[in-house]
């Protein structure tokens, strides 16, 4: 089976990826790891995607999916892959299908703009160890320090509310019309994201097997 993860910015699409990914034996492609991957195996295309790293610049598309064919052609991805993190633009997309990749379903996990600025912005972190909490889900014993090294907890920038907000913006605006796009194909499933991670889970393997 041959699937694409969607979802906002926090909406916990890599969680899932992942999860589906051990349940199928399926790869979990993520373009971050495949680019990194590239880069410490030194192949052609992963010296081009340097080239453009090392000079602060985004990774352009083509050179990102030459990335994506060479991974897809490896042997593990013969039963199937989950494609997190890309396609995030309508002309992504469209280089995909003419690439002629086989896409099968694509897994949209939803969460409402508001609930993704809550869970996020309440997320802290440990300054010395890099354990993590959240004022709701995981709160310290004591407000504002780990409990495992008693270090100060802090919130990350791209933690913070207006990060947040400006990510869902980007996201609305370039990645959200692949909905419409896989729509219109037929092959769009829509998870509503729970508060637990498990309860999202439940009801992603449910409508793959459905769709299956
Ligand atoms: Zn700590």
Known sequence: ????????????????????SEKYRIPAVSTGNIIREALKNGTPTGLQAKAYIDAGKLVPDDVVIA??????AADDCKNGFILDGFPRTI???EALDEMGVPIDKVVNIFVADDRIVKRMSGRRV????????????KRPKVEGVCDACGSALVQRKDDAPET??????????ET????????????????????KVEDTTALTLNILEDNA
């Open 1 to 20: 089976m041959n699937l694409i993860f969607l979802g906002a910015p926090g909406a916990g699409k890599g969680t899932q990826a992942e999860i589906v």
């Open 67 to 72: 990335i994506i064919k060479e991974r897809l």
């Open 91 to 93: 002309p992504q997309a």
């Open 126 to 137: 440990c300054s010395a160890c890099g354990n993590s909490y959240h004022l709701d889900y």
């Open 164 to 173: 947040v907000s400006e990510r869902l913006r980007v996201y609305h605006e």
């Open 176 to 195: 959200q019309p692949l909905e419409d796009y896989y729509g219109k194909k037929g092959k769009l499933l829509v998870v509503q994201g729970q508060e």
